[in-house]
């Protein structure tokens, strides 16, 4: 039986996030007679590490605390060549720039044509903020988790071959609908997503102001954590609407908070594939989200949820207040949702789809 390929996920921490949930997700799914997993992170130990222990995932660290040491990218390249990745997959911007750099150039000096390099491009503002323009050169194929990064990786010259579309998957037998039905909940609007510029959560607080004067009982609640965090309260500080709006840290397990919820809603300006929406659609709970990036793939308007313009506060309380009139359109599109995550995406999918990708590049090595 030939060796597992050692698969490496260079992920700049394990901190409570959607792309680190995804990929600590996948790497645990991986089949084991075929990969073996392992993960190296810029920063010391953080939220995840004890779910990557349990899964027995091989884990490495770069760092001591929660931020990037200076010159990482020094100590990167050593402990590249320690852990002899078979095939390196950068997650987020740091590590998709240098795991591309130093996976590169370590293979100058292997013999066997190891490592190879399968670059992710997640979120909106992806594209940018990894420099792809100069830097998809360095990956040997790239796999992105929604349609529009494809189109937008294709529009600076990618080629298709290289490129694969991956959407994220959830686990449906883990988050499922609660009881009573969204609609005879309190009125609570939920929104889970780090505090961070792209999610653009002040859009959603004006929506919420909006809101307010017509449902003067509902709350809003932010659940995450993020460089915004002290912006964001301080809004709600200095605004009347900011007593009905809770923070609450990012956790493992988001269930009771979809349970709690009538409607989720995001008001991101850049997108990839929201895994917050699949976790919400998955529960049950009709979504109130901007059109942007790979959303209108997830939630379709007037069907599964309410889609407006990034930055439109008053489009996007526009809907909200639709869904807390209308009990049955409410329920109806929870069902709908529900029922559309369970067809098109299952954890099962996407790792089935990696592996492809994983195996093929196998064979060149």
């Known amino acids: 039986m030939p060796t597992p390929l050692r698969v490496l996920f260079l992920m700049e921490d394990l901190c409570f996030g959607g792309t680190q949930r995804q990929t600590l997700e996948l790497a645990r799914r991986l089949d084991r007679k075929k990969f073996t997993p392992v993960m190296l992170t810029l920063t010391g130990p953080t939220d995840l590490d004890a779910s990557a222990h349990e899964a027995e995932i091989e884990l490495h660290h770069i760092g001591m605390g929660r931020r990037v040491p200076f010159f990482f990218f020094v100590q990167l390249a050593a402990s590249l060549k320690r852990l002899a990745p078979d095939i390196i997959v950068p997650c987020t911007a740091l590590p998709n720039i ?43 194929h790239m796999i992105c988790n ?42 609570l609007i939920l929104c889970v997503a780090r505090l961070a510029g792209d999610k653009d959560h002040l859009t959603l607080l004006r929506a919420f102001e909006l809101v307010l004067q017509r449902y003067p009982a509902a709350r809003l609640r932010l659940v995450g954590d993020g460089p915004e965090e002290a912006v964001l309260k301080r809004w709600a500080a200095e605004n009347p609407a900011g007593g009905s709006v809770d923070f609450i840290p990012g956790g493992l397990d988001m269930r009771p908070h979809y349970a709690a919820a009538r409607i989720f809603a995001l008001s991101s300006a850049r997108e990839g594939q929201p895994n917050v929406i699949l976790e919400a659609m998955s529960c049950g709970l009709p979504v109130c989200a901007t059109s942007v990036g790979g959303i209108p793939r997830l939630v379709e308007h007037d069907n599964s949820g309410l889609l407006s313009p990034a930055g439109d506060a008053a489009t996007l309380a526009r809907h909200c207040c639709r869904l807390l009139d209308d009990s049955a359109l409410c329920d109806s599109m929870g069902a709908v949702g529900r029922h559309k995550v369970e067809r098109d995406f299952s954890f099962a999918a996407m790792v089935t789809a990696h592996e492809k990708i994983f195996s093929h590049l196998g064979m060149l090595i």
């Open 98 to 140: 240098w795991g591309r750099i130093w996976g590169r150039v370590l293979r100058l000096f292997d013999g066997t044509g190891r490592p190879l390099i399968v670059g992710t491009c997640r979120g909106g503002g992806a594209p940018a903020r990894q420099h792809e323009r100069y830097f998809w050169r360095l990956a040997d």
């Open 146 to 187: 929604s349609e529009a990064l494809i189109q937008v990786l294709q529009g600076i010259g990618v080629s298709s071959g290289r490129l694969s579309y991956i959407p994220n998957g959830v686990d449906t037998e883990f988050f499922v609908p609660a009881e009573p039905a969204p609609s005879l909940r309190e009125q």
